[in-house]
């Protein structure tokens, strides 16, 4: 017997679904966001650099960001991987000169959207990850107090792929089921002194359109920047 990693309802393994060393008891459970925060269609990478969002505060921000590690050399499939370990704080520093370079920064998302589609979490949405920094939203500052990081992998000079807004898409709409408040903008929006991500390339239009969301709550607008 195993347990169902959503709704904790045991049953034969050969009757469970199966995924990342977890199991789930239907596709919808498998798919959706649990009550800690995590995403079963992820693959699950904790981060250790996080912490408590503050009383009572439950995110209503998204925040779109691009990473590529090394920075232009996503198109390697070592790319993905790390980034994983640069999250979880175990980058080889001696694998490129610009790893060392970061070597000693903690910064974590809460998702990474690889050019595959594929979707990787790292901390759960109830907890604070450290990805915006210095930051202002409408007003309100520190922004990882109440936002939800998201990374796609890429940089500022490539359109991203289909599948990645694809898989965005997907994520959005869970999330938007627990935090139906949500609005949405990207790290050069909130941080516009300091960073470019998405940047030009990431289709402002093209999220709108796939996920439905309402012009409102895109405040920044659909221009791509």
Known sequence: MVQCQYCKVHLPKA?????????????EHRHALDEQGWVGAAAWRASPNKDTRPNEVKPDLVVIHHISLPPGEFKSQSST?????????????????????????????HFLIARTGELTQFVSTQDRAWHAGASNFMGRERCNDFSIGVELEGDGATPFEDVQYESLA???????????????????????????????YFDWEKFQKETGISLEKIPYGLVSR
Not at 17 to 22: E, Q
Not at 172 to 190: C, E, M, R, W
């Open 81 to 109: 991987q790390n980034i994983v370990s640069f999250f979880q704080n175990t980058l080889d520093v001696n694998a490129h000169p610009y790893f060392s370079e970061i070597a000693n920064q903690k910064v974590s998302s």
């Open 15 to 27: 009757d469970a679904i199966a995924h990342d060393n977890r199991f789930y008891c239907s596709k």
């Open 170 to 200: 997907k994520l959005v709409q869970k999330l938007q089921l627990t935090y139906p408040n949500l609005q949405f903008a990207g790290h050069s929006d909130i941080a516009p002194d300091r960073k470019t991500d998405p940047g030009k």
